[in-house]
T-cell receptor, first 109, second 116 residues
Framework: SQTIHQWPATLVQPVGSPLSLECTVE??????LYWYRQAAGRGLQLLFY??????ISSEVPQNLSASRPQDRQFILSSKKLLLSDSGFYLC????????FGQGTRLTVV | DAKTTQPTSMDCAEGRAANLPCNHS???????VYWYRQIHSQGPQYIIH???NNETNEMASLIITEDRKSSTLILPHATLRDTAVYYC?????????????????FGSGTQLTVLP
């Protein structure tokens, strides 16, 4: 069966520090992969999506970047975090139906 | 992806059926209707999807109107654990999109509160 792993579950980082969140998928091949952010009390904002290795589409200009070095690996990064980067980050994969990870709660202090 | 319209919030008594509506008047012929829910501080959970026929699984039923411009998600016997934000999305699934990129965009959803 397909599973999605996203880590870490929580993260506290100082302003100006780098970020790397990783998401891996098992049990499927060539999925669409997505990164979302959810601010407190708000909806899901699509940040990046990818249809294949090395193919990244950005939905919102921001301080973040994404990479897909392998078919089932999706990484969200930042060189220097801002306070406004705080939020709940979710990874998802999709072929017919989309399935989500459990999320990473990032607090930038 | 077609735009959807959902009520902001709904209440339902525990044990009663919860009927969540969704309008998608601009849906195209190859777009499916998907429902997800998000319980506070968790990732969204897939519930059900359909193209034009009504669908039922262990979680819910999906009723799609004949013109496909609206649908209703039915939770037959709501429990307190069904309290969540419910999202209706219409899109072409990757499996039939000829490999082209498909965004997966969520609207504001409906906050369903099941009351004891």
């Amino acid at each position: 069966s397909q599973t999605i792993h996203q880590w870490p579950a929580t993260l506290v980082q100082p302003v100006g520090s780098p970020l790397s969140l990783e998401c891996t998928v098992e049990g499927t091949s060539n999925p669409n992969l997505y990164w979302y952010r959810q601010a407190a009390g708000r909806g899901l904002q699509l940040l990046f999506y990818s249809v294949g290795i090395g193919q990244i589409s950005s939905e919102v200009p921001q301080n973040l970047s994404a990479s897909r070095p392998q078919d089932r690996q999706f990484i969200l990064s930042s060189k220097k975090l801002l306070l406004s980067d705080s939020g709940f980050y979710l990874c998802a994969w999709s072929v017919q139906v989309a399935f989500f990870g459990q999320g990473t709660r990032l607090t930038v202090v | 992806d077609a735009k959807t319209t959902q009520p902001t919030s709904m209440d339902c008594a525990e044990g009663r059926a919860a009927n969540l509506p969704c309008n998608h008047s601009t849906i195209s012929g190859n777009e499916y209707v998907y429902w997800y829910r998000q319980i506070h501080s968790q990732g969204p959970q897939y519930i059900i999807h359909g193209l034009k026929n009504n669908e039922t699984n262990e979680m819910a039923s999906l009723i799609i109107t004949e013109d496909r411009k609206s649908s209703t998600l039915i939770l037959p016997h709501a429990t307190l654990r069904d309290t969540a934000v419910y999202y209706c999305i219409v899109r072409v699934p990757r499996a039939i999109s000829s490999g082209s990129a498909r965004q997966l965009t969520f609207g504001s959803g409906t906050q369903l509160t099941v009351l004891p």
